[in-house]
């Protein structure tokens, strides 16, 4: 809303708009797997000061779900099998499998012949901010490596968008993501109960 009303006053050219959705088309056109080069523009943009997603790794996403509906709390209409969104007020609470949560931020085997059975699974936290296109990805990603982040996972195509995982000092795991069905109000909060159609 805020681009078309720059647009619209002359202040932002609509060829820097157009230029920034052919790089994110370019970018969702790159097959699942394709990791992308780390930005080399100037210094990135700050964060804006906001996450979306609490991301959790369960053991059982149907016994998870049911637990929070037992507390009173919603879940979502635009959940699907392994992935279910309890809506928190312009966030959410997103289960997952612990082992799609670990194929999802480390690949599907960082765990081969290491481990017995359920060593590839993460039944941890990780903390989402959703990107406004899917160059802002790589552009976050360098933001938070520099400002002493460790880098997990490069920016990746996904099945669903463009993604790259980090930790903080303390070893906190972080996504950065970008999928065109996510739909961000006008202040930036997450519409848990909406998506964009694709």
């Known amino acids: 809303m805020l ?16 230029g920034a959705t052919t790089m994110t088309t370019q970018m969702l056109e790159q097959p699942t797997g394709h990791t992308y080069e ?7 943009r700050p964060f804006k000061q906001r996450l979306h997603l609490f991301l959790l790794g369960v053991a059982d996403v149907e016994r998870s779900q049911r637990f929070f509906e037992a507390l009173g709390w919603t879940v979502s209409p635009v959940s699907s099998d392994g992935f279910v969104m ?22 599907e085997d960082i ?14 936290v990780a903390f989402a901010y959703l990107a406004e296109s899917a160059e802002q990805v790589p552009e976050m990603l360098a933001r938070a490596l520099a400002a002493g982040g460790t880098l997990v996972k490069p920016v990746t195509r996904t099945p ?14 972080f996504e950065i993501d970008y999928e065109q069905k996510w739909v961000l109000n006008s202040a930036g909060q997450l519409v848990v109960d909406r998506v964009n159609q694709e």
């Not at 681009?3 to 157009?18: E, H, N």
């Not at 289960?95 to 670990?102: K, M, N, P, Q």
């Open 111 to 124: 765990y081969a012949g290491e481990r017995g059975p359920g060593a590839a699974t993460y039944r941890g």
């Open 86 to 107: 309890v809506d928190l007020g312009g966030y959410a609470l997103a289960l997952l499998s612990g082992e799609a949560f670990a194929e999802e931020v480390f690949g």
């Open 3 to 18: 681009r078309r009303l720059l647009i619209a006053l002359g202040i932002l050219p609509m060829a820097a708009v157009q």
């Open 38 to 44: 780390r930005f080399a523009g100037a210094q990135p």
């Open 160 to 173: 669903w968008g463009i993604n790259a995982f980090f930790k903080d000092p303390d070893g906190n795991l």
